[in-house]
Nanobody
Framework: QVQLVESGGGLVQAGGSLRLSCAAS????????MGWYRQAPGKQRELVAT???????SYADSVKGRFTISRDNTKNAVYLQMNSLKPEDTALFYC?????????????????WGQGTQVTVSS
């Protein structure tokens, strides 16, 4: 299968910045979209930002102008630069990717999630 590992979360004051990283590993043949989601306590998981293999990006309205997603296709990695953080950005952030992988010479689709990295913004 394909594993995703996130890093870069932490505690930061309002107005500060954090950079999240996510690396995919496994018998990956290709990755289509990679993205970031978040889930705050008592709320549903929501999309934060995604980027296609071709470089098209989309963002939640709440983070536009503050967050920037980027990818390194040579490393199967995706990043999220978060600036001007607000207390309402506090959440568990998850990395997500979909594509195809090799399993016993079969090309199979995958959609994987990371384990999550906590981002806490204090006021």
């Amino acid at each position: 299968q394909v594993q995703l590992v996130e890093s870069g979360g932490g505690l930061v004051q309002a107005g500060g910045s954090l950079r999240l990283s996510c690396a995919a590993s496994g018998s990956i043949l290709s990755i289509n979209a990679m993205g970031w989601y978040r889930q705050a306590p008592g709320k549903q998981r929501e999309l934060v930002a995604t980027e296609t293999r071709g470089g098209s990006t989309s963002y939640a309205d709440s983070v536009k102008g503050r967050f920037t997603i980027s990818r390194d296709n040579t490393k199967n990695a995706v990043y999220l630069q978060m600036n001007s953080l607000k207390p309402e950005d506090t959440a568990l952030f998850y990395c997500n990717a979909d594509g195809t992988y090799d399993r016993a010479s079969y090309h199979l689709p995958f959609r994987s999630w990371g384990q999550g990295t906590q981002v806490t913004v204090s006021s």
